[in-house]
């Protein structure tokens, strides 16, 4: 009767401005939530409160209690998820805390509407069965082991994704980096973010363009190592109260010391050994933030901590929901760790490259002690992170189309950070080289390039069919505005740049369809005044005409500085793009500025050379025509950076026949093989007439044994560049053998293993 009596005297729901946001859904839902009934039926009600200390001593108290504090405002204020216990520890202590959502679960039942199993969130057996379908479709890369069962026996399985996928054979020359979701089991999206990323490395790698050359070079150098449900039980729990989703259990489900079933269970991001038992954690086994009987208590923490004895990470990403913000060490006190400025830069480059949010220790998020990622850094020196993804809006169960934003947004953030596993604690990334003017030239041409800041080698990458579908400098371009203004005031180039004014978009009237074989880009310029957890910012895509739309990246924080943003798009072959920037701010003066934006797509691109030395390359082979190369540089110890800006050759004058895919050939043709020799990749120019048969494609070595059979990547009646990939195979001498009814083909290529 306690609980009933409170909940409704404290049922006053106050919107502030950096709540607004909750008014982007229907009323229905808000009285659906705030109704008596609500209240009195549920077993355990889960209330969002905000709680603003009127005094240091209040704020010392609050944080000794050791609450669920899920959001931190720049008023001092925090939202915090209180159960019955909590509500009573807070009327107890003085401390006055207004509702915001009464009761949370019916919130995201009222709100998602979802029949599908967990919502669209899959129950255990389903994240189970896609764990092995995805091994099982990437057995070169992949391979998957329980690391040790829950409290109730279940296995937490992780998934080591690398072309060294011996589960137990470590390779030391190959950094590892640890990503997981889902230690505390209420946060779905965060194993949707965590499946998301496995998923892209699983399908980018050997893909030609960009972005497979990025997913390859990381699964070539880093031992990859994901658990996308850590929290099983308290997974599984969640399912059996909420088998639509929107289940509210956060704990363990060993209920041992006390609570009962609905509040009993420990924090496994409270039970580790880093300063277990500190500020931010809780002693009471009803609270929200129990740590345990004593450091890793819990066999889910302990069997993450046996595991990074003999793996240990020197990236760990444990993501978590909501309040988009990245946060790292310490937790527990607010003294600076030892690499704090390796932390900054860090975090900036993650920052820079997707999220555009906000990122701190995380003691300035609350007082945390025993928890992960100051667990994985003071005791194995990684680089740890939270990241604590989504808006207040988006919460622990966001929407359908919410979750595929997120997922996408934070994907670039999981990048940086498998990339820094070579230099945790020197963060740098390689640096943009730009290629000088070409112009018109006969083979051989040299195509050469300014040195990048860190660079090992480079690659350059040939566009055919290249086009520039925009090049807006902010005056006026093609875009349907709302809320978005022209303005004088500091572009990054010229005389205009466009600002956001309040809520708003601002949408390009065209679109970009993706080609089979080919890649495209955009690439802007962006500054921000924006302020943290009240407003947004994003740029969106969308693959299917407008009717949704889905984050790159976003924006949320104040960064006056002009930042340049680039998305490769090669992974969307196929697919036709639309794009928007969009703001949803809770004053009008937050403002989202954009500059300087270039969109181009090509037909096909091909890895001219890899692993050149120098900054300059001697181009042979390429057929007369309009070609385009761009470089990237690579650095040994992060990876691939972003590539340049293409330059134009007009090449005459080659003795190349012009392999244009998609052309109808007259005759089977095997065309140059380009580069040669092949290090990474080369690109098998080929064509096969329809009338051929008995044809195969085939890769001998010296001694006529075959050890490459491409014959089923051939379309006959089509002109073909097919990228080859070498990386499985032996340095030496080989031949490539077209052989149809029409003859037998040989060409001679090196493959020269880095």
Not at 336 to 354: L, R
Not at 363 to 382: E, P
Request: proline share 5%.
């Amino acid at each position: 009767m306690f609980r009933i009596c409170y909940s409704l005297i404290t049922m006053r729901v106050v919107f502030h401005q950096s709540w607004s946001q909750y008014w982007r859904y229907p009323m229905k839902y808000l009285i659906l939530l705030l109704s008596v009934p609500a209240i009195l039926l549920a077993g355990e009600i889960y209330s969002l409160m905000n709680f603003k200390p009127v005094s240091e001593e209040q704020a010392e108290l609050f944080s000794r209690l050791g609450f669920d504090v899920v959001q931190v405002y720049r008023d001092g204020s925090v939202d915090l998820v209180a159960n019955s216990t909590d509500r009573r520890t807070l009327l107890e202590n003085g401390l006055v805390a207004e509702t915001r959502i009464s009761d949370m679960e019916g919130f995201y039942r009222a709100r998602n509407g979802s029949t599908d199993s967990m919502g669209g969130f899959y129950t255990w057996s389903e994240i189970d069965a896609w764990i092995d379908s995805l091994a099982s479709a990437n057995p070169s890369i992949t391979s998957v082991q329980s690391i040790g069962d829950t409290y109730q026996g279940r296995p937490q399985r992780v998934m080591k994704i690398s072309v060294n996928n011996s589960f137990d054979d470590d390779d030391p020359s190959m950094a590892n980096a640890w990503y997981d979701g889902l230690i505390h089991a209420r946060e779905g999206g965060a194993m949707r973010n965590i499946r998301y990323w496995m998923m892209w490395l699983c399908s980018n790698y050997q893909r030609n363009g960009y972005c497979g050359y990025q997913a390859t070079w990381l699964l070539n150098n880093r031992e990859i190592w994901c658990l996308p449900c850590n929290n099983v039980d308290g997974w599984v729990r969640n399912e059996v109260t909420n088998p639509s989703g929107g289940g509210m259990r956060r704990k363990n489900m060993n209920l041992t010391a006390g609570g009962g079933l609905d509040n009993g269970g420990i924090d496994l991001n409270r039970n580790w050994a880093v300063h277990w038992g500190g500020p931010g954690s809780s002693g009471s086994p009803s609270s929200q933030t129990y740590r345990g009987t004593g450091p890793l208590s819990e066999p889910e923490s302990s069997n993450i901590d046996q595991f990074w004895q003999n793996h240990p990470p020197a990236q760990m990403h444990s993501t978590h929901t909501y309040s988009n913000v990245l946060i790292y060490p310490w937790g527990w006190t607010d003294q600076p760790t030892t690499h704090s400025a390796a932390y900054t830069a860090s975090g900036e480059m993650m920052v820079q490259w997707a999220t555009g949010e906000e990122h701190y220790p995380s003691w300035q998020f609350g007082y945390s002690a025993g928890n992960t990622r100051d667990h994985a850094y003071g005791l194995y020196g990684a680089m740890s992170w939270n990241h604590e993804t989504g808006t207040s809006y988006m919460g622990f169960w966001p929407s359908p189309s919410d979750v595929v934003s997120m997922s996408r947004r934070n994907l670039r953030s999981y990048l940086v950070s498998a990339c820094l596993a070579g230099c945790p604690y020197d963060p740098h990334e390689p640096g943009i080289p730009e290629v000088s003017p070409i112009g018109s030239v006969t083979p051989p041409f040299t195509v050469d390039w300014s040195d990048a800041s860190y660079a090992d080698y480079y690659v350059l990458q040939r566009l055919d069919s290249y086009q520039v579908l925009l090049e807006d400098s902010g005056d006026s371009g093609p875009f349907d505005r709302v809320n978005w203004n022209m303005t004088t005031n500091g572009p990054h180039s010229g005389t205009y740049c466009y600002v956001s004014n309040g809520d708003g978009t601002i949408t390009w009237q065209g679109s970009v369809t993706i080609p089979d074989a080919g890649g495209g880009r955009i690439s802007f310029w962006s500054k921000q005044n924006i302020a943290p957890q009240s407003s947004q910012g994003a740029f969106s895509y969308s693959p299917d005409g407008g009717a949704n739309w889905y984050w790159l990246q976003t924006f949320g924080r104040n960064d006056m500085t002009w930042r340049h943003n680039i998305h490769e798009l090669d992974e969307f072959q196929g697919k036709t793009l639309l794009f928007r920037w969009e703001t949803n701010v809770s004053s009008s003066s937050s403002k989202l500025y954009i500059d300087d934006i270039k969109i181009n797509v090509w037909g096909a691109n091909s890895i001219q050379a890899d692993n050149i030395s120098s900054s300059q390359y001697s181009v042979t082979g390429v057929a007369d025509g309009e070609r385009w190369f761009r470089v990237w540089a690579v650095d040994n110890e992060f990876g691939p950076g972003w590539p340049s800006e293409p330059q134009m050759a007009q090449i005459s004058g080659s003795a190349v026949e012009d392999f244009t895919e998609g052309i109808e050939p007259s005759v089977s043709v095997l065309g140059l093989i380009t580069p040669n020799p092949v290090t990474c990749s080369a690109v098998i120019p080929v064509s096969v007439s329809a009338s051929a048969k008995n044809v195969s494609l085939k890769v001998f070595d010296l001694s006529g044994r075959a050890v490459a059979d491409l014959t089923s990547l051939l379309e006959p009646g089509r002109q073909q560049n097919l990228v080859w990939s070498v990386e499985n195979l032996p340095s030496g001498v080989h031949f490539v053998r077209l052989s149809t009814s029409e003859g037998v083909i040989n060409q001679r290529v090196v493959l020269s293993g880095r």
